[in-house]
């Protein structure tokens, strides 16, 4: 699947949802495992050198660190089914909160200026 030009595997995704402790995560082998802890650990430098050799990996880890939705997306990529924690809808995008945009939208209360 293609996220923000960014193509991830299922595979890359569920590796990288294991790294970051979240639902639909799978422990990838002791290399794959390293690897994502040397690349959470690398400066702009080094992180550009891993890219050039493990871009897919790279991407996805960035996505998950850096993007609001970048969970979400990968867990999406594996087909963990993200319900909204208000209204339960599927319909994304959601807040890091679990809620969707509507549901996460600051309702005015009445009378409130
Ligand atoms: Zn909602």
Do not use: W
Request: glycine residues 8%; proline residues 5%.
């Amino acid at each position: 699947m293609s996220l923000n030009g960014i193509t991830v595997s299922d595979e890359t995704a569920r590796h990288v949802l294991f790294h970051y402790g979240a639902e639909g995560g799978f422990r990838p082998g002791r290399f794959t495992v390293l690897l994502m802890e040397a690349i959470d650990a690398a400066d702009v430098v080094h992180k550009a050198r891993l890219r050039a050799t493990y871009p897919e990996l790279v991407d996805a880890m960035n996505l998950a660190a850096n993007s609001d939705t970048g969970i979400a997306q990968l867990k999406k990529i594996v087909g963990v089914i993200i319900r909204c924690k208000r209204c339960t809808d599927e319909d994304g995008p959601f807040t890091p909160a679990g809620f969707c945009e509507q549901c996460a939208r600051p309702v005015p209360l009445a009378g409130a200026r």
